[in-house]
């Protein structure tokens, strides 16, 4: 039966009309992924809420336990210098409220250059160690990065220093302390040597130690402890830097 032209007609139309359908699909395919990446996008931003959310929530909470831990220990702290029986004690209970004031400005604190942290350090550990009747070294390297460290790393970092200078005073009998710090390769290398007493048995079992691992871990860094070259204690601390960068 040969072709007519109404058969063609109607062929070009069908062609057409499937045409019109197959691009109708494509841009309907095309529309549904522009709204499911929408959708995705919004589900993203919705958790980075709720994590945020959450992230200040209990913050909130922490400075507030903080805050009730100075004005009640605190109080105490103080109560117990003026009215301890004799220097000594009261020299305790000074450096007691001295640690729990440094700990609830650290929790409070926000990102710090690395050099105004490590300025901060070394006046808190001269004054320290004047006060104990002992010698401090402390070399830094004048080339260190100077990009703030995050709110975490400065507490961290800060705590680990000032346990690792409270553990040679108290438990070591170090009559010399020596703090260094240097950047090799983006990563900051810190050690507190001292020339007091080593022991084995004691590194790891007390809560300073564990404390001062657990605050490493969460930094990323390493720690370790070894024998001083003066028959001491040296702590090791190495923290990468570019992940704590604020």
């Not at 197959?22 to 919004?42: C, F, T, Y």
Request: hydrophobic share 40%; charged share 25%; net charge neutral.
């Amino acid at each position: 039966m040969p072709t007519t032209p109404l058969d063609i007609t109607l062929l070009l139309l069908a062609l057409a009309a499937g045409t019109g359908l197959w691009v109708q699909g494509i841009r309907q395919r095309r529309e549904r992924q522009r709204w499911a990446q929408r959708l995705e996008e919004l589900e993203r931003r919705h958790e980075s809420l709720q994590r945020e959310a959450r992230r200040h929530a209990v913050a909130a909470e922490r400075e507030r336990i903080y805050r009730d831990l100075h004005d009640d220990l605190g109080a105490r702290l103080l109560d117990l210098v003026y009215a301890a029986p004799d220097a000594a004690l009261a020299e305790q209970a000074r450096a007691a409220l001295g640690s729990l004031r440094a700990l609830v400005a650290d929790a409070q604190r926000p990102a710090t250059p690395l050099a105004q942290l490590l300025a901060e350090l070394q006046a808190e550990t001269t004054r320290r160690l004047q006060a104990a009747g002992r010698e401090l070294l402390w070399e830094q390297d004048p080339g260190l990065p100077d990009a703030p460290l995050d709110q975490a790393a400065t507490l961290h970092l800060s705590r680990i220093v000032r346990e690792a200078v409270t553990n040679a005073l108290r438990h070591a009998a170090a009559q010399w302390l020596r703090v260094r710090f240097y950047e090799v390769d983006g990563v900051l290398l810190c050690d507190v040597t001292d020339d007091g007493r080593f022991s084995e048995e004691r590194i790891g079992s007390g809560t300073g130690t564990q404390s001062m691992r657990a605050r490493a871990d969460e930094l990323g860094a390493q720690i370790a402890w070894h024998p001083g070259t003066l028959g001491g204690t040296k702590v090791t601390l190495r923290v990468p830097l570019g992940t704590h960068h604020a």
